[in-house]
């Protein structure tokens, strides 16, 4: 069973700086990506970044390109999202969550806030 453990949200001042953390166990997730996505209230579910466990292809949603970086620590079956420059639209729940060959995310981890003030 996949389980997604997202940590490292928070309250931080528009310009600065967090680091997400999304722990996943259960599988061997060779060939699994592993994306990020975000809620904001009201809003819909978006997605903000992925990346292939194999190899490391990464894809961005348009509104965090240049400003997030997504990577992984294979040793440790840990993805980061580096998210530098956020901006109070950046507020919201964020959500790490796996998908196998058919790109269908469909295990995902419990959430952790973010929360930038202007």
């Known amino acids: 069973q996949v389980q997604l453990v997202e940590s490292g949200g928070g309250l931080v001042q528009a310009g600065g700086s967090l680091r997400l953390s999304c722990a996943a166990s259960g599988r061997t997730f060779s060939g699994y990506y592993i994306g990020w996505f975000r809620r904001a209230p009201g809003n819909e579910r978006e997605f903000v970044a992925s990346?292939?466990?194999?190899?490391?292809?990464?894809n961005y949603a348009r509104s965090v390109q240049g400003r997030f970086t997504i990577s992984r620590d294979n040793a440790k079956n840990t993805v980061f999202l580096q998210m530098n420059n956020l901006k109070p639209e950046d507020t919201a729940v964020y959500y790490c969550?796996?998908?196998?060959?058919?790109?269908?995310?469909?295990?995902w981890g419990q959430g952790t806030q973010v929360t930038v003030s202007s």
């Open positions: 969550a796996a998908a196998g060959i058919s790109r269908i995310y469909e295990d």
């Open positions: 990346i292939k466990w194999s190899g490391g292809t990464t």
